[in-house]
């Protein structure tokens, strides 16, 4: 189902939200991580968000700076209380923003929605390589599939810090002009196709002296690359421009480079 919900967020809300992301106790943060499917009867864990259309078009269409262009994931939770009862829209949410200076953070934000039969909860296979600044697929898949095979009772861990931050609950996540100039080709080669779309997966990997949180969340660009009927990619000079690339004959791309907040302090002498 679709949450009822409008995607594009006042700036109040995205502050709201995620001062009560802040404040979910730890105990209590395994729980905002389920889900009711009404179209399947049955309860089941949270793992995509998704853009639609229209909005992935505002959104495309509100960046004017391109070289200091920064895409910002934020986390949020939508009530002060946690229900008793599995929701059948998640209280937990995603945002996403175009940061191209210091003030406008949390500004302009765009939320998505769950996508309860999405790629991953499918159970859809697929063996996909990408180009330079998008991960190979298969390592975007090691993540989400971790994801969902972590039990219950440990999904707190993966948004405290382990290192450095210790005990602290990460914010949101800043993507790199590089990475986010990237991303944005994709998004402009997914809206000239006939199926664009933005999914923002969960997923859990490990943490490292400058990812001191082991949860990421992995950017999917959906048609980013034309393919031919056999998954070769048609124009390779797309390939290079836009970092992408995949042969798996979908043309979608995966993104994970996004840096938590708070950072890690600089490492001893840097």
Same mark, same amino acid.
């Given at each position: 189902?679709?949450?009822?919900?409008?995607?594009?967020?006042?700036d109040t809300?995205?502050?709201?939200?995620?001062?009560?992301?802040?404040?979910?106790?730890?105990?209590?943060l395994?729980?905002?991580?389920?889900?009711?499917?009404?179209?399947?009867?049955?309860?089941?864990?949270? *793992?995509? /968000?998704?853009?639609?259309?229209?909005?992935?078009?505002?959104?495309? !269409?509100?960046? $004017?700076?391109?070289?200091?262009?920064?895409?910002?994931?934020?986390?949020?939770?939508?009530?002060?209380?946690?229900?008793?009862?599995?929701?059948?829209?998640?209280?937990?949410?995603?945002?996403?923003q175009? $940061?191209?200076?210091?003030?406008?953070f949390?500004?302009?934000?765009?939320?998505?929605e769950?996508?309860?039969?999405?790629?991953?909860?499918? @159970?859809e296979?697929?063996?996909?390589?990408?180009?330079r600044?998008?991960?190979?697929?298969?390592?975007?898949?090691?993540?989400?599939?971790?994801?969902?095979?972590? %039990? !219950?009772?440990?999904?707190a861990?993966?948004?405290?810090? *382990?290192?450095?931050?210790?005990?602290?609950?990460?914010?949101?996540?800043?993507?790199?002009?590089? !990475?986010?100039r990237?991303? /944005?080709?994709?998004?402009?080669? $997914?809206?000239?196709?006939?199926?664009?779309?933005?999914?923002?997966?969960?997923?859990?990997?490990?943490?490292?002296?400058?990812?001191p949180?082991? /949860?990421?969340?992995?950017?999917?660009?959906?048609?980013?690359?034309?393919?031919?009927?056999?998954?070769?990619?048609?124009?390779?000079?797309?390939?290079?421009?836009?970092?992408?690339?995949?042969?798996? @004959?979908?043309?979608?791309?995966?993104?994970? /480079?996004?840096?938590?907040? %708070?950072?890690?302090?600089p490492?001893?002498? @840097?």
């Amino acid at each position: 189902m679709k949450s009822k919900k409008q995607s594009t967020s006042k700036d109040t809300e995205v502050v709201t939200f995620s001062r009560n992301w802040q404040q979910v106790r730890q105990e209590l943060l395994p729980s905002l991580f389920c889900a009711y499917d009404t179209q399947e009867n049955q309860s089941e864990r949270l *793992v995509t /968000f998704r853009m639609n259309a229209n909005d992935l078009q505002k959104f495309y !269409e509100g960046v $004017s700076d391109l070289k200091k262009l920064e895409l910002i994931v934020h986390l949020g939770v939508t009530q002060e209380d946690v229900p008793n009862r599995i929701p059948e829209i998640p209280i937990f949410t995603l945002f996403i923003q175009t $940061s191209e200076k210091k003030d406008d953070f949390q500004k302009k934000c765009f939320q998505l929605e769950w996508a309860p039969n999405a790629r991953f909860t499918n @159970g859809e296979e697929d063996d996909a390589n990408s180009g330079r600044n998008a991960i190979p697929a298969a390592s975007a898949y090691l993540f989400v599939m971790s994801w969902m095979e972590t %039990p !219950e009772k440990d999904l707190a861990l993966p948004f405290t810090a *382990v290192s450095h931050v210790l005990g602290k609950r990460v914010k949101n996540y800043r993507f790199s002009n590089v !990475e986010s100039r990237s991303i /944005f080709e994709d998004i402009k080669q $997914s809206l000239k196709s006939g199926a664009p779309g933005l999914d923002i997966h969960l997923g859990n990997g490990l943490a490292v002296y400058d990812h001191p949180f082991s /949860f990421r969340p992995v950017i999917e660009v959906k048609n980013a690359v034309k393919v031919d009927k056999n998954g070769r990619v048609k124009n390779k000079a797309m390939v290079a421009r836009n970092a992408t690339g995949l042969l798996n @004959g979908s043309g979608d791309s995966f993104y994970d /480079f996004g840096l938590p907040e %708070p950072p890690p302090p600089p490492p001893p002498g @840097g």
